[in-house]
């Protein structure tokens, strides 16, 4: 009998060891659940590369050659298609002669939610007639990133483009030096604003943030992110918002200097990385090569271990992989993002899950891209590193990005701040020929929207499609090239007008452009 009861003693102790030693795990090891860009290989195996999942299809994507029909539509330029830029009112604006107040707002979010929230909160100034205080950016929860407005945006540009909109300081005048992030942090404020639902009308803001700034001069809205409705709003405030997007928010001069240099080196320097390049016999030229010279085209790769976590997806890793992930997914979110219901085959057919390097590769391959392509590669950090990258890199050994195009010294002012590295790779992917992102984000979806402002070609993947062509292991080369070609006629550009509830951000069209 003590015996027994010393076993279960002992089993008990064992137990709770055990749960201790979970609880504790990412305390003494936190590099294990970190995201990726602050992580090292860990002892899960996810930077040791995973098998290719499309032997068949890398094969011949290997073996491709390409027409010169095919890469003359590849790079021509995006026809005009009768929509130009329009964010001037039919009327002179006008300031109003008394300001109600000034309106503060706390941003978070990486770079292109921080561009929506001050897009938004210009807009809400000027509904309310108010003066806006630059918005004060949140540190990156993810990434630590502690830029600040004027780190990434010219300030005093962003000031003079909007002089006639919308009155805006820098800081509040001494009367309110009190109302900082601090003193909004340590207690419930009768100037902050917390209660903005998404989305909110222009007469909610009138409703329930005119009374604060009338009573105390100032308001403080936090938390601030997707606070304005897209609908039913008046259009000077849409093209106000458009105005702030791709007129007024432009990059400081060092960020757009790295940009130039970056871009520059892109397509003109003869021969990139060399040292890569001699595994991999380029293929042959001629009137191909004299179509893409100077050419390049940028891939946004959005596989970093946040997306591959929330997605629930297989990527070819087996057991390590998935127990890496399901660990990060239960320490980042607490439970609140599980595994998903449906099967990996399901969320695939669905387009749900992110495309790999290998799986963006063999569409970029399949759309005509050849292994003289200057390849840019636009991301923060990709889940697996170098090893993930390999397949990518034997289709495109032209690859470059930041660190391979731009010295230590160039990219010292950027280094471990995740909002001005997006930043540089954002002014690079406006100036490239073309640009394709992996899978649907902000990033995308801003550049989707600012290339079509600008009538830039940009290739929107066709999830779905690739989903169902990825799961058919027998296809062939031949065949998946053309139900690619097929599925991507127009999905390189084309304006779509944006329907209700579709965000402005996105779909510039018929807010922010008129009928040429």
Known sequence: MKLQIFTQLN??????????????????FPDLFQPLGRASPSMFSEWIAPRPMHVDLLEGALQRQTSVELQTRLWSSLAFQGWKPCTERPKPPSLPEK??????????????????????????????????????????????????????FDLDHFIDALRD??????EPPSDYSWSTREYYATGIRATRIKTAPIHATADWYI??????????????????????TFNNLPSDIQRLRCKVNFEALIFVPHIKELGDAIIHRLRHT??????????FPLEETGMVGKLQTGKFVVLHLRFDKDMAAHSACDFGGGKAEKLALAKYRQVLWQGRVLNSQFTDEELRSQGRCPLTPEEI??????????????????????????????????????MEDKKSLASTEELAKVK???????????????????????????????LVAHRAYMNLKTIRPSMGLLGHLFQNKSISWTEFQGAVLNGHK??????????????????????CMCRA
């Open 99 to 152: 300001s109600s107040g000034y309106i503060q707002v706390f941003l978070d979010g990486g770079l292109n939610q921080q561009k929506m929230g001050i897009c938004d909160a210009v807009a809400v100034a000027k509904i309310l007639n108010a003066t806006l205080v630059v918005p004060h950016f949140e540190v990156n929860p993810v990434w630590q990133d502690s830029s600040s407005f004027e780190d990434i």
């Open 11 to 28: 089993h008990s102790q064992k137990s709770a060891f055990a749960v201790v030693f979970v609880i504790l795990l990412p305390v003494f």
């Open 416 to 446: 471990g701040k995740a909002s001005m590295l997006a930043s540089v790779d954002y002014y690079v992917s406006m100036h490239s020929d073309i640009f394709i992102s992996a899978s649907p984000g902000n990033m995308h979806n801003a």
């Open 490 to 511: 127009n999905r390189q550009g084309q304006i779509r007008l944006r329907k209700e509830k579709q965000s402005i951000y996105t779909y510039p069209a018929p807010d």
């Open 270 to 279: 003869s021969v990139v990385n060399q040292a890569e390049v001699k595994d």
């Open 361 to 398: 590769g063999l569409l970029l391959a399949a759309l005509g891209f050849n292994n003289r392509t200057r390849l840019y590669l636009a991301s923060h950090k990709v889940y697996g590193g170098e090893a993930r990258l390999a397949t990518l890199s034997k289709l495109f050994p032209l």
């Open 207 to 228: 409703e329930n943030v005119l009374p604060v700034l009338r009573s105390y001069g100032i308001a403080a809205i936090a938390p601030f992110s997707h606070r304005l």
């Open 165 to 170: 909109e919308v009155s805006i300081v820098k």
